[in-house]
């Protein structure tokens, strides 16, 4: 299948931007764009064949620089919060920039989600690699760190996503894609049903940073351990739902092992779309959107409210600097940081 590139705007700084268009043999798309190595679009078909794009976006580059919402970038160098903007490494302690109440988030103020990514595209594999380096003391960060994301769209209808990263000082690296679904295509996603290989999850506190707890979900409105309306719980009453405005947590995933294993799976039972989330991470990050407010304008005029779309950040845990119970997510020179995430459709 051919795969196109076309131009997509130019930076406010200067910077062309394109865009990549993956195609497999079964007609699905994924599209890419290099600012924030971005997935700007997934179009799989419903049960009955029909094509919808799935997931939340802009038409144009405008809409990604001036929407603070991380709409399908990669997130980094850490995704995810670390508290008060600190940790302590080897001795030293690094002071990042804080982004979100006293805390970090996603890298900070400019992270990766606002960086022209250099690509390289394979028609014979219908993938895109993008690099980014980042330098020694960006946003506060140790060391000059290379990383490496790579998309692949299968003949399974599944996006691969493949990360890597090196770094010539210890620091500590946690990539993710923050790409918000929706199986429908339009509307909220409360209708469609959850389920989570991941008996435990990681409690928050009032600015949603873990407090290094790894607490069971029997019985609260976190089990999602069989297929659950995501709908049915959202609003419990509940000091943890009250802290996220709904879901915003890290769930931990069941006997971890560092290979690629399946730790959700999404229905939407109105279109019959199906994904599955595979991914070699210990942890995922299950957000619901609940700050999205109609603000965002995004593609074709639509507004994106609260819980038009869905999260599963595949990650380490939120906060690991500063939690040595926590898998590390240091980096040291002379090792490759490794990760895979694959997202899968299908119908029932």
Known sequence: ?????????????????????????????VKIITYGAIVTSITVPDRNGQMAD???????LDGYESAPAYLGAVVGRYGN?????????????????????????????????QMVWHAEASEA???????????????????????????????????QIQYRATTDQPTVVNLTNHSYFNLAGAGTIVDHTLTLNASHFTPVDDTLIPTGEICPVQNTPFDFTTPTRIGDRIDAENDQIRHGGGY???????????????????????????????????????????????????????TYGKRSGLCLETQHFPNSPNQPNFPST????????QSE????????
Request: charged share 10%; glycine share 10%.
């Open 54 to 60: 799935i997931v939340l976006g802009h038409d144009t």
């Open 125 to 159: 594999t219908q993938s895109v690699h993008l690099t980014h380096t980042s330098p020694n003391g960006h946003e506060g960060y140790p060391g000059t760190l290379t990383a490496h994301v790579t998309y692949t769209l299968t003949d399974h209808n599944a996006l």
């Open 248 to 302: 915003d947590h890290n769930w931990v995933m069941d006997n971890w092992n560092q290979s690629l294993n399946e730790i959700a799976i999404v229905n939407d039972p109105t279109s019959g779309r199906i994904m599955t989330v595979s991914t070699t991470e210990p942890g995922v990050q299950f957000y619901t959107g609940n700050f999205l407010n109609g603000s965002i304008v995004g593609k074709q005029g639509h």
């Open 81 to 113: 919060r670390i508290r008060n903007g600190q940790f302590t490494l080897n001795g030293q302690t690094h002071t990042l920039a804080t982004n979100n109440g006293p805390n970090h988030l996603h890298g900070g103020l400019h992270g990766f989600n």
């Open 341 to 348: 995430t694959v997202y899968t459709f299908t119908t029932e």
């Open 330 to 337: 240091t980096l040291n020179p002379g090792e490759e940081y």
């Open 1 to 29: 299948m051919p795969l196109t590139s076309q131009p997509f705007g130019t930076t406010t700084d200067g910077q062309k931007v394109t865009q990549y268009t993956l195609t497999n043999s079964n007609d699905c798309q």
